[in-house]
């Protein structure tokens, strides 16, 4: 059995420290809406009105330690914009809010900038493009890179 071609991954539930600490990063940083609030111990953000692409909660992990790099678990969550343009004024207001990232990319397939949120969990803005000019070896197989990403460029669309 495989995956139905339309299956998506609907959203990402995480573990902070700090509520009202995580939910001010992702609505005030990445420009996501509060939902649903459920008290001290969780909260649903979402774009564009969804129920929630981020659940956020303190259930088993209130007040507790960021985690180390080297622990398994959840690489990072990405967040999906549905253009260049778009991606670069995403990547602005992060760098204006004060977010040091920690890598950038050109995979040929999209560009993605990478960060971490106040609790460690890493995050991914990226955007795809067509999939008529994704790279391609001699065979027609996907051949993805890990290219330098012009940050300069990107933020030049940002305006």
């Known amino acids: 059995m495989t995956a139905h071609p339309d299956t ?12 009202d600490r995580a939910i001010t990063f ?6 996501l ?10 909260a649903f953000l979402s774009a564009g009105g969804y129920h929630h692409h981020i659940g956020l909660n303190t259930w088993h992990s209130k007040d507790g330690p960021r985690p180390d790099k080297r ?6 969550t990405a967040l999906l914009y549905p253009d260049r343009r778009t991606l670069a ?3 602005k207001t992060v760098l204006d809010a004060g ?14 900038v990478y960060f971490t949120d106040p609790d460690g969990n890493g995050i991914e803005l990226y955007r795809d ?9 001699t065979e027609g197989n996907l051949a993805m890179v890990n290219a330098r990403l012009d940050l300069d460029a990107l933020l030049a669309e940002a305006d």
Do not use: C, N
């Open 8 to 19: 998506r991954i609907g959203h990402v539930h995480l573990k902070v420290a700090d509520l």
């Open 26 to 31: 992702y609505r005030d940083v990445l420009g």
């Open 33 to 42: 809406a509060v939902m649903q609030r459920f008290g001290t111990q969780a």
């Open 71 to 76: 622990a398994t678990g959840l690489y990072h």
């Open 89 to 91: 004024q995403a990547l």
């Open 99 to 112: 977010v040091t990232l920690d890598g950038a990319a050109d995979h040929g397939v999209s560009e993605a």
């Open 129 to 137: 493009r067509a999939p008529e000019d994704w790279p391609r070896d």
